[in-house]
Each structure stands twice: as C-alpha cells, then as structure tokens.
C-alpha cells in the first residue's frame, strides 16, 4: 500500500514559482500514475494533472497548461508540480493521488474518487 506525503505548498506573490513534491513509502510506487489535484475553500477537488506509471503520458487541465510541470523520479519514489506564473486562483490545497489502474492517466483525471491513494494535501495561498 502506498502512503503519500506532500510537501512544498506556501504563500507565493502572483507570477512567482512553487514546486511541490510527493514522497511515496512503498514498493511499487513505479507501477503506479500519480496525479495532482487540488481543492479551493468551497469547490470542489479536481484534477489538475498527470503522469503515467513511466512517466511518458501526461495530462494537463487547460487552466495550469503551459504554467504546470509534473514530473515522476521512479528511483527516488517521488513526484514534483513545477508550478509556474501563479495566479489568485491557483490558491487551493493541492493533493497528491495515486493509482495503479493503467487508465488512471490520462483517462481519470477529471474523477478524483477513482484515484486510491492520497496524502494529505499542502496549502498554496496566491494573494490578489
């Protein structure tokens, strides 16, 4: 069973950079998609991006495309989310999810309930 750690969230003027990162304890951390998602006071989660268990597939929501990297390191059993040009509106709790379905990216990335592990998030804060 995968267990996740977020770290890296802050507060970041807008148009400045942010990486998060996500350890994973487990074994099989390189069989399995990672996905970032994130969730703003009153909304609801959703899916922001994706990598596939080998890292070649990837999948952006059009709001963070061309500001939001992911990427996956197998051999250090982490993720990272290069975030970009921040905006207000990226201000939220982001999660890193995992799943070993071979669908679970890009095809799920817009359904947070099939992703089956999760950490516990980490706050971005983007002042207007």
């Known amino acids: 069973q995968l267990q996740l750690v977020e770290s890296g969230g802050g507060l970041v003027q807008a148009g400045n950079s942010l990486i998060l990162s996500c350890v994973s304890s487990g074994p099989t951390f390189d069989t399995s998609a990672i996905g970032w998602f994130r969730q703003a006071p009153g909304k609801a989660r959703e899916g922001i991006a994706c990598i596939n268990e080998r890292g070649t597939t990837t999948n952006y929501i059009d709001s963070v495309k061309g500001r939001f990297t992911i990427s996956k390191d197998n051999a250090q059993n982490m993720a990272y989310l290069q975030m970009n040009r921040l905006k207000p509106e990226d201000t939220a709790t982001y999660y890193c999810?995992?799943?070993?379905?071979?669908?679970?990216?890009?095809?799920?990335?817009?359904?947070?309930?099939?992703?089956?592990?999760w950490g516990q998030g980490t706050q971005v804060t983007v002042p207007s």
């Open positions: 999810a995992a799943d070993y379905s071979i669908s679970a990216c890009p095809t799920y990335l817009d359904s947070p309930r099939t992703w089956a592990y």
